[in-house]
């Protein structure tokens, strides 16, 4: 049963670490040691107070903690909802409910796993990394991350994603760091280096930049999976704010990302 105890967490940091991008710490109840890269929660700042709402969050850290585990969440200010979390400090508490949604699956003979993320899209993708790499499959997998960003300055989770032994390829919009350009064009650049029957594609980022890694995988048969960050409102299926399309065996089909995802095959989604 939930309790009271698991609705709430307690603030350990919540540090800018780029302009507008904050990484957070909470410490929450023991339900979330079983979280898996992919899920996410719905956090607010509680009370009476702006938002109503909660804002769906992916997990991109979980560790050990007295009080049950330790999660940490890499946002970016976008607006009103992540911004009033962003002025709130260590010991203050806030409203969570999760772990929520799927998970990440690794792809049955996958040796090699290519990461794709655009922007904040790197948040999940970072705990995922993290899991293929000290986790069960860690002897068996190759990762490889693409990680674009808009500049030098808003590239985020490169560090983490190297120190677990993950290759790293960096694009950004202005050329600061990397490649300069679209994270899917450099990764489209480089995609015939895999071997499609033994690799599986995992991606991030915003609708416009998913919808292209749809393109692109259109011809080779690599196996993709894409977190699709779409609006919500409950979290929980009760709204049917965060539906989406996808192909069903007679025709579209609706899903909704809360429950049904976030992570959904890629070769399913029927993009807007
Ligand atoms: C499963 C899931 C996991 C997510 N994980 C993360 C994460 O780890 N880190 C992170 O920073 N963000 C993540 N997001 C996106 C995050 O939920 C939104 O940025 C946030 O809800 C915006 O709320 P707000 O009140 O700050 O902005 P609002 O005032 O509601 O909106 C501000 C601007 O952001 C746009 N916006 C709002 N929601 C989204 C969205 N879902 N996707 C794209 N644009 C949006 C609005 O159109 C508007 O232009 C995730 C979303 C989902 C569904
Ligand atoms: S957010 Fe309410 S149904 Fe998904």
């Given at each position: 049963m939930v309790t009271r105890e698991d609705l709430t967490a307690e603030i350990l940091s919540n540090?800018?670490?780029?302009?507008?991008?904050?990484?957070?710490?909470?410490a929450v109840s023991p339900v979330y040691r079983d979280a898996r890269p992919g899920q996410f929660v719905m956090l607010r700042p509680g009370g009476l107070g702006i938002?109503?709402?909660?804002r769906p969050l992916g997990i991109y850290s979980l560790s050990g903690h007295a009080r049950g585990a330790r999660i940490e969440?890499?946002?970016?200010?976008a607006g009103r909802g992540t911004k009033v979390i962003s002025t709130r400090c260590e010991g203050d508490r806030l409203e969570v409910l999760g772990p929520?949604?799927?998970?990440?699956?690794?792809?049955?003979?996958?040796?090699?796993?290519?990461l794709v993320?655009?922007?904040?899209?790197?948040?999940?993708?970072?705990?995922?990394?993290?899991?293929?790499?000290?986790?069960?499959?860690?002897?068996?997998v190759r990762v490889v991350a693409y990680i674009g960003a808009r500049?030098?300055?808003?590239l985020l989770g490169v560090d983490r994603v190297r120190a677990f032994g993950a290759e790293v390829r960096i694009s950004t919009d202005d050329g600061s760091a990397g490649h300069r350009g679209p994270v899917t064009e450099l990764f489209r650049n480089e995609m015939g280096?895999?071997?499609?029957?033994?690799?599986?594609?995992f991606a991030c980022g915003p609708?416009?930049?998913?919808?292209?890694?749809?393109?692109i995988v259109a011809d080779r048969p690599m196996p993709c999976q894409v977190l699709m960050e779409e609006r919500m409102a409950c979290g929980m299926g009760a709204c049917l704010g965060c539906t989406i399309e996808v192909r069903g065996p007679g025709g579209p089909e609706y899903r909704q990302v809360c429950t049904d995802g976030p992570v959904f095959d890629l070769r399913d989604i029927l993009w807007r």
């Open positions: 540090a800018e670490v780029a302009p507008c991008h904050y990484l957070l710490a909470l938002p109503f709402l909660g969440i890499l946002y970016r200010a929520l949604g799927n998970r990440f699956t690794c792809f049955p003979g996958m040796d090699t796993a290519v993320a655009g922007g904040i899209g790197i948040a999940p993708l970072v705990f995922l990394a993290e899991r293929l790499t000290t986790g069960p499959a860690k002897d068996r500049d030098a300055a808003t280096s895999f071997d499609t029957a033994r690799t599986g594609v609708y416009p930049m998913l919808r292209r890694m749809g393109e």
